[in-house]
T-cell receptor, first 117, second 114 residues
Framework: EAQVTQNPRYLITVTGKKLTVTCSQNMNHEYMSWYRQDPGLGLRQIYY???????DKGDVPEGYKVSRKEKRNFPLILESPSPNQTSLYFC????????????????FGPGTRLTVL | AQSVTQLGSHVSVSEGALVLLRCNYSSSVPPYLFWYVQYPNQGLQLLLKYTTGATLVKGINGFEAEFKKSETSFHLTKPSAHMSDAAEYFCALDMDTGFQKLVFGTGTRLLVSP
């Protein structure tokens, strides 16, 4: 089954304890992205990757790191989590970034609910 | 800067009634527009999209939306609500820069009563 998977689905941690949220897709997609969802703010992009070893900041990158060493994986790293990073995180992927006039749908993972105490 | 505004954080309808979820956008260039649905404890699923061509687009589960450039709107409708439509709905745009940067609205939770 074609899908985007995220682990863990739920995580409670404490301030300053490094954590990684994994994201994996089995569709051979080039483009991957991380979003956070907060009440009243919708989804905001954290980082995205156009392909292996190509990543760039989204709208809210502060406090996060990413890497793209393999096409299928795009982990989100919080080196020193803080309570303001408590949120629902979504990973998404699409076939490619798309040329103008040609749009490839983004497929979303099930989400990771993170609580930082 | 581009933005998406969804009017009403909550919309309540009765089963069988018309569903209307409002979305207005602001963009310096004609954007691509999308509606996503999020069921409880699930990720986002694409309902429908407008890229080019016909301005009335049909999606899954009987939903449709009309792109109105003059009104900068992309409202989502369904003639008859079903209990299973209860979910959160997000309108989003992409400015077609090639970077697939989706800008989301704040979401509208649809409540369907029997």
């Amino acid at each position: 089954e074609a899908q985007v998977t995220q682990n863990p689905r739920y995580l409670i941690t404490v301030t300053g304890k490094k954590l990684t949220v994994t994201c994996s897709q089995n569709m051979n997609h080039e483009y991957m992205s991380w979003y956070r969802q907060d009440p009243g703010l919708g989804l905001r992009q954290i980082y995205y990757s156009m392909n292996v070893e190509v990543t760039d900041k989204g709208d809210v990158p502060e406090g996060y790191k990413v890497s793209r060493k393999e096409k299928r994986n795009f982990p989100l790293i919080l080196e020193s989590p803080s309570p303001n990073q408590t949120s629902l995180y979504f990973c998404a992927s699409s076939l490619s970034s798309g040329l103008a006039g040609s749009y490839n749908e983004q497929f979303f993972g099930p989400g990771t609910r993170l609580t930082v105490l | 800067a581009q933005s998406v505004t969804q009017l009403g954080s909550h919309v309540s309808v009765s089963e069988g009634a018309l569903v209307l979820l409002r979305c207005n956008y602001s963009s310096s260039v004609p954007p691509y527009l999308f509606w996503y649905v999020q069921y409880p404890n699930q990720g986002l699923q694409l309902l429908l999209k407008y890229t080019t061509g016909a301005t009335l687009v049909k999606g899954i589960n009987g939903f449709e939306a009309e792109f109105k450039k003059s009104e900068t709107s992309f409202h989502l409708t369904k003639p008859s609500a079903h209990m299973s439509d209860a979910a959160e709905y997000f309108c989003a745009l992409d400015m077609d820069t090639g970077f697939q940067k989706l800008v989301f609205g704040t979401g509208t939770r649809l409540l369907v009563s029997p």
